[in-house]
T-cell receptor, first 112, second 112 residues
């Protein structure tokens, strides 16, 4: 069974810092990996999708990398802002399945 | 553009009462549809997914059921709610395996 782990569980940084969120998964036979953002009490917003054949994806200040062989992905946030405060979730679809397996998320707080 | 609607947004129900949460998707056809639950302090748990009308796969045995009466409509139901059914329920859709998955705003269910 695919297990997805996110480290750290919580992170607090001052505004302007660059930061990295980590995600690991136990089964490297994945179809793709997706990063989401969740604001308190809200649904999930898709940030980036990386197909298994890709190494990274970029959107604005966000960059996600994928190392399938080692079962790792990172989400890099450049020049963090207070508006980036949220929970960030990593999820993978395994080759054998249709649906996402989620980590428990990293709760990010960016202080002014 | 595609949109996903989910309702009701919040619900307080007594133990033993029935449940019906509804989700509809607009702007696409034959989407994959999903129901997830997010309980306090836990990650997102896949409950059901559907790749077509009348095709429902259950990931977790429980007193919940799902139906897909129309192509873009997905309903989560229960005949008798338990206290443990409390949580945040999220509907989601994708254009197919390997595509980005998009989530609705969620429904907060409190069973009292």
């Amino acid at each position: 069974k695919q297990e997805v782990t996110q480290i750290p569980a919580a992170l607090s940084v001052p505004e302007g810092e660059n930061l990295v969120l980590n995600c690991s998964f136990t089964d490297s036979a994945i179809y793709n990996l997706q990063w989401f953002r969740q604001d308190p009490g809200k649904g999930l917003t898709s940030l980036l999708l990386i197909q298994s054949s890709q190494r990274e994806q970029t959107s604005g200040r966000l960059n996600a990398s994928l190392d399938k062989s080692s079962g790792r992905s990172t989400l890099y946030i450049a020049a963090s802002q207070p508006g980036d405060s949220a929970t960030y979730l990593c999820a993978v679809i395994s080759n054998s399945g249709y649906a996402l397996n989620f980590g428990k998320g990293t709760s990010l707080l960016v202080t002014p | 553009s595609q949109t996903i609607h989910q309702w009701p947004a919040t619900l307080v129900q007594p133990v033993g009462s029935p449940l019906s949460l509804e989700c509809t998707v607009e702007g696409t056809s034959n989407p994959n549809l999903y129901w997830y639950r997010q309980a306090a302090g836990r990650g997102l748990q896949l409950l059901f997914y559907s790749v077509g009308i009348g095709q429902i796969s259950s990931e977790v045995p429980q007193n919940l059921s799902a139906s897909r009466p129309q192509d873009r409509q997905f309903i989560l139901s229960s005949k008798k709610l338990l206290l443990s059914d409390s949580g945040f329920y999220l509907c989601a859709w994708s254009g197919g395996s390997g595509n980005t998955i998009y989530f609705g705003e969620g429904s907060w269910l409190t069973v009292v």
